[in-house]
């Protein structure tokens, strides 16, 4: 019944920055693991960023590490993902998702809410 809610999204150039939202509505993050993904055409889903809700703890794909952070605001039940240095190969649809599986580092089969995406490209 957990809905979650992908923003911020849009057009930016090399090197700029976006920083997209996921608001939950319907239920709460706690005890779960939220995780960023993106998605090109003919590629498979990838995931780039992931925060474990309770203890804060965060990893990255070696792709953007030193370039984007997760984060999270627990008050207003929202997960952020801060682009920064944007390159064209980071254009994609973002997925925000939730998993409850329990595990700390769950694969991307555990992860069980996903939002509509919203869409990020950057030119060149």
């Known amino acids: 019944q957990v809905q979650l809610a992908e923003s911020g999204g849009g057009l930016v150039q090399a090197g700029g920055s976006l920083r997209l939202s996921c608001a939950a509505s319907g239920g709460t993050f706690s005890r779960s693991v939220v995780g960023w993904f993106r998605q090109v055409p003919g590629k498979k889903r990838e995931l780039v960023c992931s925060i474990n809700w309770s203890g804060g703890r965060t990893d990255s794909a070696d792709s953007v590490k030193g370039r984007f952070t997760i984060s999270r605001d627990n008050a207003k039940n929202t997960v952020y993902l801060q682009m920064n240095s944007l390159k064209p190969e980071d254009t994609a649809v973002y997925y925000c998702?939730?998993?409850?599986?329990?595990?700390?580092?769950?694969?991307?089969?555990?992860?069980?809410?996903w939002g509509q995406g919203t869409q990020v490209t950057v030119s060149s």
């Open positions: 998702a939730a998993s409850r599986s329990g595990s700390s580092w769950p694969p991307p089969r555990e992860y069980d809410y």
